[in-house]
């Protein structure tokens, strides 16, 4: 039989209890994780933390909320760029969407642009196709 170290730390194998422990840490921290991930799904699908108007922000998906399209988790442009669709959204000083436009290999498809009255409430909602037509705002 092997020699063995202080026995709180070694087994009568020559196996270190201490990495032992760490590994069952970091499990249970992935665990921990995972489950934040799935169980607060409002943290996937986020606005960009700082919202600046007149800049654009991109995401290849969207939500639609009340009838306003808003960006899923915001990614930059060249990311967006290699998907088949993706969106652009602008916003105002109040963090609305004024300014929505969805792209397919690179061309507009769609856009809306939207006005609110001064207490926040949508006053106008235009949404046109590529030429320019009206056309019913796209499901995601």
């Not at 990495?19 to 665990?31: E, M, N, Q």
């Not at 960009?48 to 800049?55: D, K, L, M, N, V």
Request: net charge positive.
């Amino acid at each position: 039989m092997r020699a063995t170290k202080h026995t709180s730390r070694w087994t009568n194998r020559g196996r270190c209890i201490v990495s032992r422990r760490r590994a069952l840490w970091a499990g249970l921290a992935a665990c921990l994780l995972l489950a934040f991930a799935v169980l607060w799904p409002p943290y996937l699908e986020a606005k960009p933390e700082r919202i600046r108007a007149g800049i654009a922000y991109y995401s290849d998906s969207y939500v639609v909320t009340n009838g306003i399209p808003d960006l899923g988790p915001e990614k930059n442009y060249e990311e967006v760029y290699l998907f088949y669709e993706f969106f652009e959204a602008h916003y105002d000083e109040q963090g609305r969407v004024i300014r929505f436009v969805g792209y397919k290999r690179g061309e507009v498809v769609w856009q809306a642009v939207f006005a609110y009255r001064a207490d926040g409430t949508p006053l106008r909602r235009e949404v046109t196709d590529a030429q320019g037509q009206s056309v019913p705002l796209p499901e995601p």
